[in-house]
Antibody
């Protein structure tokens, strides 16, 4: 069965970077986009960007360009999202989700807390 | 970007009642690429409806979606205790994909 398993919670200081991983299993990793979506406490869902694992192509939401980098390691079927220049506004749960959206596969979420 | 506006913000209902949730888009969504999710505290979103009206695998038939263009509706025919949660709509027709701010369905 399809599974997306994310790395554990992170506590970072303002200005630092965080790298969250998403390990995929149960399907051909290179056949589907991986999207990253975040959700601040009590807020709605916000799309961050996608990576297409076969070629490593990426596309980021305008808000995050310059601060986010998405990569993948096909040998271990894992996608990564790195966000730099963290501020308290980046405190949120970060999810990976498999494209297509109609399949409904999401990771369990990774809480990133930014605090001094 | 397509803005999705959900209403109402909160819906207070009793088990067994019918829930009607609205999602309005700032521009027409082609190809009915509209999804609905259910989310409970501490959990990832759970896909209920895709393509505006198709139920995802394992979703009970008390959940139904309808609509086209700019107006979409999620209906829960008879609320079960496990249905009290936050519901969000999403469009994936145009980039960037966007989400509504959510409707909370709470027990009256």
């Amino acid at each position: 069965q399809v599974q997306l398993v994310q790395s554990g919670a992170e506590l970072k200081k303002p200005g630092a970077s965080v790298k969250v991983s998403c390990r995929a299993s149960g399907y051909i990793f290179t056949d589907y986009y991986i999207h990253w979506v975040r959700q601040a406490r009590g807020q709605g869902l916000e799309w961050v960007g996608w990576i297409y694992p076969e070629r490593g192509d990426t596309y980021y939401a305008e808000k995050f360009r310059g601060r986010v980098t998405m990569t993948r390691d096909t040998s271990i079927t894992t996608a990564y999202m790195e966000l730099s220049g963290l501020t308290s506004d980046d405190t949120a749960v970060y999810y990976c989700a498999r494209g297509s959206w109609s399949s409904g596969y999401w990771g369990q979420g990774t809480l990133v807390t930014v605090s001094s | 970007d397509i803005v999705l506006t959900q209403s109402p913000g909160t819906l207070s209902l009793s088990p067994g009642e019918r829930a009607t949730l609205s999602c309005r888009a700032s521009q027409s969504i082609r190809g009915i690429s509209l999804a609905w999710y259910q989310q409970k505290p501490g959990q990832a979103p759970r896909l209920l409806i895709y393509g505006a009206s198709s139920r995802a695998t394992g979703i009970p038939d008390r959940f139904s979606g309808s609509g086209s263009g700019t107006d979409f509706t999620l209906t829960i025919s008879r609320l079960e205790p496990e249905d009290f949660a936050v519901y969000s709509c999403q469009q994936y027709d145009s980039s960037p994909p966007t989400f509504g701010q959510g409707t909370k369905v709470e027990i009256k």
